[in-house]
């Protein structure tokens, strides 16, 4: 089947692969929750059961399963009491929702509540009645648990997991939210009163790494709060002070090693910290509302450069991360097809890379800015693929032409089974629903034998070439495999049949 060949194309053959490819990644999915669950389960099940009884009196608020504030705090004074008289251990759990604001923006306080009410159930279902849950107000809950920090952390991870499967919004759909759950255990992560504060710090340090995970608390993690709030004082400043610079990392063709595209990438030269990593400062400016005038920096300065490549005759897309924020954004599309006709560019070879988790957020402003990037003719790309919930009925309608298989299937697929079954279904369903596949953070020849084998379009990673400056990238693009050193030739713009109606 031709790329993006359009839905009245689509044929028996290619949703029976579909089919196929979906079926594969189901049970392959199904089999590590199972087993997972399983381990977890039977750690758990010891500890929790011998607690049952010392919470059973904590009081309900109006949040089923649930107790009010005052009441976690008593109950957390007895479980260190009891602890430090040889009892059982005491975990504490900061959860938070990531992003939980867009909820109420797109559908309301009511919808928003509902969601709350979803998760609240799910945290009384999933951790077993030994555990006590408070509400912290706000879309923040804390737990604690008569379990060590491994047992802790066992739990996290299905917490992590339950929690990011979509939440129902009557009449209108579903809504898919992660969460950042932040671990303090007593008594090695601090004394009774820091116990909580660790675990938000903890929670803060999964939100800077970009949500959706559990970590521990660390000491440093205490000194990042404050850290955090100088971070943010200079990056209000960071755009106005020229302290940004996008750097550039090539996609290359899977068979001919031609370079088809080049990824920006955002570098922030702190003037006393040398260089931020964008994994740092990018969820920090998403939080704190400074995203909009930093992704619109980004979108000017990546046309610009892509006229001037195109200037200087290579021939390669230019693709920039949009992050939820801008695509929740009215004006996005507008924006971006202003900047391209000021630099007479064609969308069509203008790459926007959204994460799978912000594409599948069926939202009516999520769904309006990929309607006008239909329109607009721009070229979409699922970043990160793989790791989110995914209905393919949704991903069908989407705008895309690319899935970008993320780098946590590529990192072991050498010696992982179940990464490499992952893989060759991404693939699988990708070219059957006529989509090019990338495959990202290939580091070894190993893997890109594997990825080549599968079939995959185009491949990313340091085996290639790292991310570089604009001028490096210029140099190797143009050098038409004279280098030594080049793993890839000259580029290659890749043209794709026009999206689907
Ligand atoms: P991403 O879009 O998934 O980008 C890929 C990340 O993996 C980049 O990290 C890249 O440098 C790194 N990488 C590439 N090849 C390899 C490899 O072979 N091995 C390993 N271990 N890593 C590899 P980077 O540049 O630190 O960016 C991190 C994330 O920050 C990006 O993830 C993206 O989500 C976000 N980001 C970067 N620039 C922008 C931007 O301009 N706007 C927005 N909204 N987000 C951005
Ligand atoms: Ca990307
Ligand atoms: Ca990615």
């Known amino acids: 089947m031709q790329a993006n060949s359009g839905l009245s194309l689509w044929s028996n053959q290619s949703m029976l692969l579909a089919g196929l490819a979906l079926a594969s990644l189901l049970i392959v999915g199904l089999g590590l929750l199972f087993w997972r669950q399983q381990r977890a389960g039977?750690?758990?099940?010891?500890?929790?059961?011998?607690?049952?009884?010392?919470?059973?009196?904590?009081?309900?608020?109006?949040?089923p399963g649930l107790v009010a504030r005052t009441q976690f705090d008593a109950a957390l004074d007895t479980a260190v009491q009891r602890s430090d008289n040889g009892g059982l251990p005491v975990s504490v759990l900061f959860v938070n929702l990531d992003d939980f604001s867009s909820v109420n923006d797109s559908y309301g306080f009511h919808d928003g509540d509902e969601v709350i009410a979803q998760v609240a159930q799910r945290l009384s279902a999933l951790v077993g009645s030994g555990t006590v849950i408070s509400r912290?107000?706000?879309?923040?809950?804390?737990?604690?648990?008569?379990?060590?920090?491994?047992?802790?952390?066992?739990?996290?991870?299905?917490?992590?997991?339950?929690?990011?499967?979509a939440y129902r919004v009557k009449p209108r759909g579903e809504v898919v939210l992660g969460c950042s759950i932040g671990i303090a255990a007593y008594p090695q992560h601090g004394a009774r009163p820091q116990l909580v504060?660790?675990?938000?710090?903890?929670?803060?340090a999964v939100k800077l790494a970009g949500g959706g995970a559990c970590m521990v608390f660390e000491p440093r993690m205490a000194v990042d709060n404050r850290e955090q709030a100088e971070l943010l004082q200079d990056l209000r400043l960071a755009v106005a002070n020229g302290e940004l610079e996008l750097f550039y990392q090539p996609k290359v063709d899977a068979r001919s090693l031609q370079i088809t595209a080049a990824e920006a990438l955002l570098r922030w030269h702190h003037p006393k910290r040398g260089m931020v990593s964008p994994a740092v400062f990018i969820p920090l400016a998403e939080r704190h509302g400074l995203i909009g005038p930093i992704g619109n920096w980004v979108i000017a300065d990546a046309c610009r450069q892509a006229a001037q490549w195109r200037d200087s005759?290579?021939?390669?897309?230019?693709?920039?991360?949009?992050?939820?924020?801008?695509?929740?954004?009215?004006?996005?599309?507008?924006?971006?097809?202003?900047?391209?006709?000021?630099?007479?560019?064609?969308?069509?070879?203008?790459?926007?890379?959204?994460?799978?988790?912000?594409?599948?957020?069926?939202?009516?402003?999520?769904?309006?800015?990929?309607?006008?990037?239909?329109?607009?003719?721009?070229?979409v790309s699922i970043d990160d693929f793989g790791v989110g919930q995914t209905s393919l009925s949704y991903l069908r309608r989407l705008p895309a032409?690319?899935?970008?298989?993320?780098?946590?299937?590529v990192q072991d697929l050498a010696f992982n089974?179940?990464?490499?079954?992952?893989?060759?279904?991404?693939?699988?369903?990708?070219?059957?629903?006529g989509l090019r596949v990338v495959a990202e953070g290939v580091e070894t020849e190993a893997q890109r034998d594997v990825l080549v084998a599968m079939g995959c379009d185009e491949l990313q990673g340091y085996l290639f070439a790292r991310p570089m400056s604009a001028r490096a990238l210029a140099l190797w693009a143009l050098d038409d495999g004279q280098r030594p050193d080049a793993q890839f030739r000259s580029s290659l713009f890749q043209d794709t049949a026009p999206l689907p109606e």
């Open 42 to 63: 039977r750690r758990m099940a010891a500890s929790l059961e011998a607690m049952t009884s010392l919470f059973q009196e904590a009081s309900r608020t109006e949040l």
């Open 136 to 165: 912290m107000g706000g879309d923040e809950f804390l737990l604690l648990l008569p379990a060590t920090v491994e047992q802790a952390c066992a739990v996290a991870t299905r917490l992590v997991e339950a929690l990011g499967q």
């Open 197 to 204: 504060a660790h675990a938000n710090a903890a929670m803060r």
């Open 313 to 379: 005759g290579l021939r390669m897309r230019v693709a920039i991360n949009i992050s939820p924020y801008q695509m929740r954004q009215d004006d996005l599309v507008e924006r971006l097809q202003q900047t391209l006709a000021q630099h007479k560019l064609q969308p069509g070879r203008f790459t926007c890379e959204i994460t799978e988790s912000v594409a599948m957020e069926d939202t009516q402003v999520t769904r309006r800015t990929f309607a006008k990037m239909r329109q607009a003719g721009l070229h």
């Open 401 to 409: 032409a690319e899935l970008k298989i993320d780098a946590s299937f």
């Open 417 to 433: 089974l179940d990464s490499r079954s992952i893989v060759d279904a991404l693939v699988r369903l990708a070219h059957a629903l």
